[in-house]
């Protein structure tokens, strides 16, 4: 099945965004075998949107919409498709509800605009959208598959998910199978040193590297016919991966390091306490992403000022005066103080410079150290991160509870 | 002149990176006043990207390639092009020059594979490259105007710059400039009801809604001759939209609200406290990305577990028995607390159910309340949001940010 994606919004035009919702779509098709030929994008304009569309169905007989769903005048994409494949748009009465529901929880009225969005095409399949207003639908027509998605990738990837795959699933011999090897600590040109032969003998199954944010992965791909068990291809090359890069690999698939991390708090009833300064809480965020961490994540307390790290912490005043408040004697104290002040079994600290300005020339921006207290004590270490402010955050985040995972691998009792 | 981008790359057809090129091309066109009607997205294949360049010649008078100039095989842009316009390549004598000099730089031998990338199509404007190997070229054609360009974007954009930009300022007449109004608060349907007149007469400027990560965005844009000051035709509109949208309106074109309420308190020496429950950090996160918060930005609490409420805030234990921590009562102990456990002239607290658990028929996923507290006391509001739990986090955090933005404007004193 060839496939071309038809993004639809003047703002791709007016580059005020990436078209990621393509980059999204292509790399999930990719995984499920479908090939993707073309992309296309096109402003918010119906005979331009019907011209694309003619162009499409010459050389791909599945194509994807993604935006022009929304309740403006402007949103047109189903509307221009309907029109297309001379189908007639009826009002989808379970749309209908969802969307009421969806304004009622929020106290709004629905407007005109809104109902409008749950008119679906004669005969299509309604794709629900459990994060906003707007259904998509697929449709099965002899000018070939249309499926037609909100812009939104937050709106767009779980629909995606949750019903296009499935769908598609169906059209296809064969099943694609893929795990992802997540892997953090080691670059990506050393991490395809230490698996290069694996890399060079690929075939079935196929071995991606990819660089993630802060992570890197290894993305292993097997291709069976239905019915055959694509892990008996995967496993043994992730068993191999696994030995080669060892505690380097946090995880497989949809993990993240807060989740991998929570996982261990919880199964060992381990109460956390983090005190941030330069990650400014980004730490307490990705681990609040976690559902079910409220039973390990005791608090969190972002000591941005001197005053909060001695009075919430007990960093003495001779500490920040003598090393400074970026210093391994300060990281230390903070998560001494955050074990001591909290009913936390373990307490990770972070505190460094994340600029623009406060860099010098003995602590320069970027600058970051990190310190594990429990029971037995405090240890720290000291990293020095690249990048902008939000990158700064970003990686030091990421590698604080990488630490936290990896001091929790060591101490297994 | 209507401009068509065509990346060439098979990687972007995998979905491994997003096509940025075109992004950053779109961005700069329409600043210079030239539509940009469509991208399309084609691999490395000889055919397709012929049919691709049949296609947009008959839509747009200038093409603009990306991608496909680099040294190995599959890199056949240049070769392509020149063969659709019926060009030969001719060895382009300052390019192979540059080209052995970065090699000899390097210390590198040059292969015979970079020695073809100075092979340029007969007649065609060179485009130096300073930070590679391959040129790029300008082909002023009788099909249109052909613009080759590389895809690396630390390549592309240098040469975009100045090379491109100076030829196609000559080219046009007109210069656009655009402005972006930022709005929270209020939902698209309901901003576009509130300026349907402004929308439906809109020549020059333009006006487009845009929904952004939780704000609405309108973006004026005025096209005008070269040396007419374009803020003439932009300004009155601005100023009656905001008439319009009132404290609403929270920005312009960069702003965030995290940025306009760092500004607000860096302005009037406002110190900040920050309690949060729910947000799990996501405010104190946000807040930290802007350089120079640490001046007004005391401490933020993410207390998670009633003993911290209780132990950080003292919040008491009877207002968390009888009304609960998700609660109008508990939020504004929070504020207060925060207020005076710390050296804050404002406190910002949010408690809610961010989920997927932990609902119930009377407190159901997404109740979250927010509470301001400052030396005149405390007050509280009650929002329901929709989604995920990531969701509900985000929009959380944007208008417990949005509370304190409009707390601010009324108490300006």
Redo the contacts between chains.
């Keep these: 099945m060839d496939c071309e994606i038809i993004s639809v919004g003047?703002?791709?035009?007016?580059?005020?965004?990436?078209?990621?919702d393509?980059?999204?779509?292509?790399?999930?098709?990719?995984e499920l075998g479908i090939n993707?030929?073309?992309?296309?994008?096109?402003?918010d304009?119906k005979q331009?949107l019907l011209?694309?569309l003619d162009?499409a169905v010459k050389?791909a007989d599945l194509i994807i919409t993604t935006g022009g769903l929304?309740?403006?005048?402007?949103d047109l994409t189903k509307e221009t498709v309907a029109e297309f494949l001379g189908l007639e748009l009826q009002m989808h009465e379970p749309s209908l509800q969802h969307i009421k529901e969806?304004f009622n929880?929020?106290?709004?009225q629905v407007?005109d605009?809104?109902i409008k969005q749950a008119l679906l095409p004669k005969g299509s399949i309604p794709i629900p959208n459990?994060?906003g207003t707007a259904p998509g639908v697929i449709i099965e027509h002899e000018k070939g598959i249309f499926i037609v998605l909100p812009g939104?990738p937050?709106e767009l990837q779980?629909m995606f998910e949750e019903t296009v795959v499935p769908f598609l699933q169906k059209c296809s011999d064969y099943t694609i199978v893929s795990k992802v090897i997540r892997i953090f600590g080691i670059g990506e040109s050393k991490v395809e040193e230490m698996v290069k032969d694996l890399l060079d003998e690929q075939d079935n199954p196929t071995i991606a590297p990819?660089v993630g944010h802060g992570d890197v992965t290894l993305r292993i791909t097997a291709r069976v016919r239905k019915g055959e068990d694509a892990y008996a291809l995967i496993n043994p090359v992730e068993r191999q991966i696994k030995q080669r890069l060892g505690d380097a690999v946090y995880g497989v698939d949809d993990d993240t390091l807060s989740k991998v991390v929570s996982r261990m708090l919880i199964e060992r009833e381990l109460k956390l306490a983090?005190a941030?300064s330069c990650?400014?809480?980004?730490?307490?965020?990705k681990?609040?992403?976690v559902?079910?961490?409220?039973m390990v994540?005791?608090?969190?307390?972002?000591?941005?000022?001197n005053?909060?790290k001695m009075e919430?912490l007990g960093v003495s005043s001779d500490t920040l005066n003598r090393f400074g408040a970026v210093s391994p004697q300060t990281a230390e104290e903070m998560a001494l103080g955050a074990l001591a002040h909290?009913?936390a079994d373990v307490a990770l600290a972070v505190t460094g410079i994340?600029?623009?300005?406060g860099g010098t020339l003995s602590k320069p921006v970027g600058l970051v150290y990190m310190a594990i207290a429990d029971s037995y004590g405090a240890y720290s270490s000291k990293h020095v991160f690249n990048g902008d402010?939000?990158r700064i955050?970003e990686i030091a985040a990421l590698t604080a509870l990488n630490l936290l995972r990896l001091h929790l691998l060591k101490n297994n009792d």
């Design positions: 003047t703002e791709l035009l007016l580059g005020q965004i990436a078209n990621t393509a980059q999204y779509i292509s790399q999930r098709l990719s993707v030929y073309y992309h296309t994008v096109v402003g304009n331009r011209d694309a162009v050389r929304g309740p403006t005048v402007d969806h929880r929020t106290g709004r407007s605009n809104n459990p994060n939104p937050l779980p990819l983090l941030e990650t400014g809480g980004l730490i307490s965020d681990l609040t992403d559902p079910g961490i409220s994540f005791d608090r969190g307390l972002v000591t941005y000022s005053e909060a919430l909290s009913h994340a600029g623009p300005d402010r939000r955050k």
